[in-house]
């Protein structure tokens, strides 16, 4: 019994992060509509290459370390306080010092993206690297509900928040 007990759990859990997934991409698609009629087409090339550079920065601040700590608590589910306490620092720092690429790229390049367009749209990589160890820890623990609201929460506040900034009038620095 105790299988058929794993195989619904596992089910609830990729049904929750199929449809908070899906969730997430319709917020993110809401965004390019809002952002595509409320910005110049100049504003809007902007957006994209700073977005591009934050996700390959976030790639790089996180450096294959959430595959090692699933891999670690899911070994043991009760190390992930102890794993997340030791990671998320390091996570941190990994995050802050993507972000510095992302500067030193955009301050040496003469694109139309400046270095204040990424100070504040690249911000969000340090916080995506501290929550993909959180994440990962949850995965780990079997947790795929919670890692898939943890993930839609992070994004709903980027690809909303972002909606429903451009929508009431907010814009890009000029």
Do not use: K, N
């Amino acid at each position: 019994m105790a299988g058929s007990s794993e195989a619904r759990a596992a089910t609830r859990g990729s049904i929750a992060a199929a449809g908070l997934t899906a969730a997430a991409r319709g917020l993110a698609f809401v965004l390019i509509v809002v952002a595509t009629r409320q910005l110049s087409t100049a504003d809007v090339a902007r957006y994209s290459v700073v977005l591009a550079a934050a996700m390959l920065c976030g790639i790089l601040a996180d450096l294959g370390t959430s595959t090692a700590i699933t891999r670690i608590v899911s070994r043991d589910p009760t190390t992930a306080a102890p794993v997340l306490e030791g990671t998320l620092l390091a996570s941190a720092l990994a995050g802050i010092a993507a972000y510095g690429v992302g500067f030193a790229y955009f301050a040496g390049t003469a694109t139309v993206a400046t270095s204040g367009d990424w100070a504040v749209g690249g911000i969000h990589v340090v916080g995506i690297a501290v929550l993909s160890s959180l994440t990962a820890a949850l995965a780990g623990q079997g947790r795929l509900v919670h890692r898939a609201g943890v993930q839609f929460c992070a994004q709903a506040v980027s690809f909303g928040g972002g909606a429903v900034a451009l929508a009431t009038g907010a814009t890009l620095r000029q």
